[in-house]
C-alpha cells in the first residue's frame, strides 16, 4: 500500500475478522482494514508475515508478481468464506486475480505465466491443472498461464477494447490465448474503455483558460490560441495534436480551424522516417506540431529529439517533460488526434477518448509497414466530454462480425473509411459538415458510466440469472458462498473490491 494515498479513504479502520489465509503450505495472519472511497465500500487485506508484498513503490512489474497476486487471490477468498459474505458474482481484473476462477470451483465451491509448481502455493494441484484445456500455455508448454485459467473458469469473459470487433479481438489480438477464446466465445462480451466526466469535461476542466461545450464552441477556439501562444507557435493555424499517452504527444495546426493529431506509444514500434514525411507535407498544408514527452531519458526521448533536429522547422515545438495542466490545454486546444497504427494499445485507453470530447477528430496510420495509409480515427465525447469517433480503414471495416461495441459503430457510421487528405479536405471545403460530425460526437456518451458499465452490468445480470435457473430446475451447484458464477476481464481498468 506505499503506492496508495490512503487519504482519500474515508472511515478507514481495522476490524476483527478470522483472516488468516493459506500460502505455501501454510496458514498466514492478515489485518483487514474496511472504508469508503468515492462512496463506494472497500476492504484492504494487509499481509503480517508477508508484509513487503504489498509495500511497494509500484504496484506492478516485481519479480515477484505471481507470488503478491496469487496471496492477495487467495486471501480475499479466505476472507470472503470466513466472513459470511455472499456475493452474487466475482469480478476477476486481469491476470492478476485470475487464479481466483480455480481456487472457487477447485478448493472454495467443493498474461502470467510461470511454474506449474507454483500453482500449490495456493493450494491448486499443478498435474491436474497443467493442461491444454486449463492452465497450460499454447505456445509454452511447460507453462501455465493463469489468464488462460480464468477464461477457463470463468463463466463470462469481459475483453475491453474500444475499437476492434469480437471476432478480430479472438483471432488477431488475444496474446496467444486464440485457441481458448475461440473455445469459449460464448462467453466473451466486448466492452468499450471510458473516461471521467469530472477530470476531462472541458465545460467543467479547471486546467483550461476558458471552458466550452457543444452549446458554446467558443472556449475552444480561445484554448487554441492559448495553447499556440504557450508552444510560441504562430496563432494564426489553428491546431492539431498527437498525444502520446504514457510517451509523447503531438499536436498539428491548421490554418483553416481544423487540426491533425498523433498518438504513439513507443518509438521502436513505426518508422520514424515515415512520421517525418507525415509531418512536412502536413507543414506544407499550412500545419503545425507539438510534441509533449514525459520527461524521461529513454530511447524514445533520444529518437525524438533527433526528431527535432531532423524536421528543423518553426512549425514543430517539443515539450519534453510532462505537464498535467499543458495535456488538458493540448487536448482542448486540437482538432484530430493521428495516432500510428490500429494495433496501438494507447488506441483503447481513456485518453483517446478524452481527446474527442474536446472536439476534435482522430487519425490512425500505419507506421510500421512499407504500406502505410492515413485513416481518420476521431474519438467520442460524452455530452461536452472527450470521446472517439473514428474511421476505420477498409481492412477493418470489412470484419464482417457485427459484434463491436456501440462506440465503433458509430465512428464507423459517421466517418467511414476516410484517408487524411480526405478528411483535411472536408475540413477545409466543408466545415459545416466536419462540425456537425464533431459536434454529434461529442454529444455522445461515452463516459465509464455508459456502454462500458451497461455491459458490466449486463454480464453481472446474465450470471445471476443463471444461477436462478440453474436453481430452479433443481440443478445442483455446490458452493461454499451462494456463489455460482464468476465474471472474468482480461484488460480492464477497475480494480476488484469486494464490501
Known amino acids: 500500500y506505499a503506492s496508495l494515498d490512503l487519504d482519500e479513504v474515508q472511515g478507514l479502520r481495522e476490524i476483527e475478522a478470522d483472516s488468516y489465509s493459506f500460502f505455501n ?9 474496511t472504508g469508503v472511497v468515492r462512496g463506494i465500500g472497500v476492504t484492504f487485506i494487509q499481509p503480517l508475515y508477508f508484509s513487503s508484498f504489498f509495500n511497494r513503490d509500484g504496484i506492478y512489474d516485481h519479480p515477484d508478481d505471481f507470488e503478491r497476486f496469487t496471496y492477495f487471490s487467495r486471501a480475499s477468498l479466505d476472507y470472503i468464506a ?5 456475493p452474487d458474482v466475482l469480478h476477476l481484473h486481469n491476470w492478476e486475480t485470475a487464479i481466483v476462477g480455480p481456487l472457487f470451483w477447485d478448493i472454495f465451491a467443493k498474461q502470467c505465466l ?8 495456493c493450494g491448486l494441484d499443478p498435474g491436474r491443472l497443467h493442461r491444454p484445456d486449463r492452465f497450460q500455455d499454447t505456445a509454452k508448454t511447460h507453462l501455465v498461464n493463469i ?5 477457463v473458469y470463468s463463466n463470462k469473459v469481459i475483453v475491453m477494447s474500444s475499437m476492434h470487433s469480437k471476432g478480430r479481438i479472438i483471432h488477431s489480438m488475444s496474446h496467444g490465448l486464440e485457441p481458448t477464446l475461440t473455445m469459449h466465445k460464448e462467453k466473451l462480451l466486448v466492452a468499450p474503455y471510458g473516461f471521467d466526466n469530472s477530470t476531462w469535461d472541458p465545460s467543467t476542466d479547471k486546467f483550461l483558460p476558458v471552458n466550452y461545450s457543444t452549446e458554446n464552441m ?16 504562430s496563432a494564426h493555424a489553428s491546431s492539431i495534436l498527437p498525444c502520446g499517452g504514457e510517451v509523447s504527444h503531438y499536436l498539428y495546426n491548421f490554418k483553416k480551424y481544423h487540426g491533425v493529431g498523433c498518438i504513439i506509444s513507443e518509438v521502436s514500434g513505426f518508422d520514424l ?15 503545425q506540431f507539438v510534441f509533449l514527452g514525459n520527461g524521461s531519458v529513454s530511447t524514445t526521448y533520444r529518437a525524438l529529439r533527433s526528431f527535432q533536429e531532423a524536421v528543423e522547422d518553426s512549425n514543430v515545438k517539443f515539450f519534453y517533460n510532462y505537464d498535467e495542466a499543458l495535456s488538458h490545454l493540448v487536448f482542448a486546444g486540437s482538432d484530430i488526434i493521428l495516432c500510428h497504427s490500429f494495433h496501438d494499445p494507447l488506441l483503447q ?22 504500406n502505410s495509409t492515413v485513416y481518420l480515427f476521431d474519438k467520442e465525447m460524452e455530452n461536452d466530454t472527450k470521446h472517439l469517433f473514428s474511421a476505420i480503414s477498409s481492412r477493418y471495416l470489412s470484419d464482417h462480425d457485427h459484434e463491436i461495441t456501440r462506440f465503433s459503430q458509430f465512428m464507423r457510421s459517421t466517418f467511414g ?11 477545409k471545403n466543408n466545415p459545416s459538415t466536419w462540425k456537425t460530425k464533431i459536434l454529434n460526437a461529442m454529444k455522445k456518451d461515452f463516459s465509464w458510466d455508459s456502454e462500458c458499465y451497461e455491459t458490466h452490468v449486463s454480464a453481472y445480470t446474465a450470471v445471476k440469472k443463471s444461477m436462478m435457473l440453474a436453481i430452479n430446475e433443481d440443478r445442483h451447484i455446490s458452493s461454499v458462498f451462494g456463489m455460482e458464477k464468476l465474471v472474468s476481464s482480461l484488460e480492464i481498468a477497475s480494480a476488484v473490491t469486494f464490501y
Open 114 to 121: 510461470d511454474e506449474p509448481d507454483k500453482l500449490a502455493l
Open 417 to 427: 473509411v476516410m484517408s487524411l487528405s480526405q478528411a483535411l479536405d472536408e475540413m
Open 349 to 370: 485507453v481513456p485518453k483517446p477518448q478524452v481527446i474527442t470530447t474536446s472536439g476534435k477528430p482522430y487519425l490512425a496510420e500505419d507506421l510500421n509497414d512499407s
Open 25 to 33: 503450505g501454510q496458514l498466514h495472519g492478515n489485518r483487514i482494514w
Open 218 to 233: 467558443r472556449g475552444k477556439y480561445a484554448c487554441k490560441v492559448a495553447l499556440q501562444q504557450q508552444a510560441g507557435i
Open 82 to 86: 470466513k466472513s459470511g459474505k455472499q
Open 273 to 287: 522516417e515515415k512520421l517525418k514525411a507525415v509531418v512536412r507535407n502536413a507543414i506544407r498544408e499550412g500545419a
Open 147 to 151: 489468464l488462460k485459467g480464468g477464461v
